[in-house]
């Protein structure tokens, strides 16, 4: 279990408004082991912030990366010389170089998703998305007066699936809404690979929930629980994002 690794936070600062500042300090809260690391150096919750992964007192099992893509990189460097053999990269902090560069070495890489949702710290994160998806294909329906909704969203899915390389990041794009999840909307399948069409260009603030995959029916149950919580959703464009290693996450547009 990640509770019982040490957990290099690198991204952290005195500053309380920052996410680097709230996951270390949350992470402590929940009982993890964590060391705090930062270009700035301080403190935080009476521990200190050290100002690379080189200065720390103790190899780390697992680094968790809450910096810019660029300071990513420079991270998983620093993790391969010391030998540390797993990377999370926190939404917005990841590289494909860095990505690439850690699963080159045999290190244990996890780019997709939110590693406090992901261990029942946070139920949700919320964060800026700007991001080009193209559309393979849509449908239109409604989630509650739509008798055929389950065979077209079924081959919807099967249709696209089977015509993308299983190594795409997959999206099932909410849009075109109605009025709220009661009425009809458009799903449409896209990827992130141009192929000629106008773009559906999402670009807010939005809400970020991690699928427990190993719940039947999981998607539909995280749906059940969004549209019961209080949450001021945009109805613009709310997603669900696939990832060839099986993870999923919803995303949904808050004002």
Not at 176 to 190: I, M, W
Not at 199 to 208: A, Q, R, T, W
Request: glycine fraction near 8%.
């Amino acid at each position: 279990m990640d509770e019982n690794k040490l957990i290099a936070v690198v991204g952290v600062s005195e500053n309380p408004d920052k996410f680097g500042y709230k996951i270390f300090n949350d992470l402590l809260g929940a009982g993890f082991k964590a060391l705090a690391v930062g270009i700035r150096g301080g403190s935080v919750a009476g521990q200190t912030i050290y100002k690379s992964l080189k200065d720390l007192p103790s190899k780390p099992d697992i680094v968790l990366t809450v910096v810019p893509p660029i300071g990513t990189d420079k991270t998983v460097d620093d993790a391969i010389e010391l030998g540390i053999k797993e990377v999370w990269m926190q939404p917005g902090s990841v590289s494909e170089t860095a990505v690439k560069k850690a699963k080159t070495v045999g290190m244990k890489v996890i780019d997709h998703g939110c590693f406090m949702v992901a261990h029942g710290v946070w139920q949700s994160i919320n964060m800026q998305i700007k991001k080009k998806l193209y559309v393979i294909d849509s449908v239109e329906t409604n989630n509650f007066n739509d008798s055929q909704i389950m065979l077209k969203i079924g081959g919807l899915w099967q249709k696209v699936t089977n015509a993308l390389p299983k190594d795409y990041v997959k999206y099932g794009v909410y849009h075109n809404y109605e009025s709220d999840f009661k009425g009809k909307y458009t799903l449409s399948v896209a990827i992130e690979e141009g192929n000629g069409s106008v773009p559906l260009e999402i670009d807010g603030e939005y809400k970020v929930f991690d699928v427990d995959t190993t719940v039947k029916n999981s998607i539909a149950k995280t749906w059940e629980k969004i549209w019961k919580m209080p949450i001021r959703r945009a109805y613009s464009f709310d997603f669900e994002q696939y990832n060839p290693d099986g993870t999923i996450q919803i995303y949904i547009a808050v004002k």
